[in-house]
């Protein structure tokens, strides 16, 4: 069994940053892909950021330049550092492993104020 916890959503202006952090435990293997998507209301769920355990990393074009993603190894935790967040960052967002299936975690809101 897998499970992920997540943690560091909330409210914050825009222009404001925050950060989330995802850890994984139970069975994790060495090579796998963690990260993040996000779901705004009505819409379908996106990638967000993706960082493979070789620290190979994937970012949506509308993040690129404003989130970084990045991973520590020996605590199977990645984070999403969200920095210059608009409004339209505001969704729920999941943390996702890679590892023969997808495993997701229970989603944290990120709203920002306009």
């Known amino acids: 069994q897998v499970q992920l916890a997540e943690s560091g959503g909330g409210l914050v202006q825009a222009g404001g940053s925050l950060r989330l952090s995802c850890a994984a435990s139970?069975?994790?293997?060495?090579?796998?892909?963690m990260g993040w998507y996000r779901q705004a209301p009505g819409k379908q769920r996106e990638l967000v950021a993706l960082i493979t355990s070789g620290g190979s990393t994937n970012y949506a074009d509308s993040v690129k330049g404003r989130f970084t993603i990045s991973r520590d190894n020996a605590k199977n935790t990645v984070y999403l550092q969200m920095n210059g967040l608009k409004p339209e960052d505001t969704a729920v967002y999941y943390c996702?492993?890679?590892?023969?299936?997808?495993?997701w975690g229970q989603g944290t809101q990120v709203t920002v104020s306009s």
């Open positions: 139970g069975s994790i293997f060495s090579f796998n892909a």
């Open positions: 996702n492993l890679k590892q023969w299936r997808d495993y």
